[in-house]
């Protein structure tokens, strides 16, 4: 069963002033495109071909082609979900109380990942972990690796990413890392965030 790339529930504008049109068009009809199509080329006629994206990570993580492809593939459908607009635009319930209880408060959380994001060298990932007791934790990962794979130094379920490579936001963006990662909190769906946490513990 090959896995599929699914157009976007909303317009490629649809994030605007804060993400561009055009780098939304370029990372989702072109990389993630890309990563759909190595991955199901990487897992074919092998033993991981019919397991979901989730066990292809655990257990196909140490093959490159696999473990590049299938974290592209993996990382931006979560990336592209939790961007959604629409949804609340600051935590509410038990994720806004476990934030409250791992970092302070919601500003607090912001610094501490806007760290995270920053200071991964080169390309990678930014991520908000919830652990099966509700804790979350904030951790980064190179290239295209994420948090469901074993012995990657970063624990839990993934319930928000960010991605930091250069093709997210260069277009827009150039080299200001930081002005790109502020206006990924503008655009959060936080009811997104919570139904992952929810479902992660």
Known sequence: MAFTLDPLPYAYDALEPHIDA?????????????YTTNLNNAIAGTDLENLTIE????KGFEKAPVRNNGGGFYNHNLFWDILTPGGANAPSGELSDALVAAFGDLDKFKEEFTKAATTRFGSGWAWLCAHKDGK????????????????????GAPILGL????????????????????????????????????AAK
């Open 22 to 34: 055009r780098t939304m068009e370029i990372h989702h009809s072109k990389h993630h495109a890309a």
């Open 55 to 58: 066990e292809v990570m655990t």
């Open 136 to 155: 979350l934790e904030i951790c980064s990962t190179a290239n295209q690796d994420n948090p469901l794979m074993p012995s990657i130094g970063c624990g």
């Open 163 to 198: 991605d930091v490579w250069e093709h997210a936001y260069y277009l827009h963006y150039q080299n200001r890392r930081p002005d790109y990662i502020n206006a990924f909190f503008a655009v959060i769906n936080w009811d997104k965030v919570a139904a992952r946490y929810a």
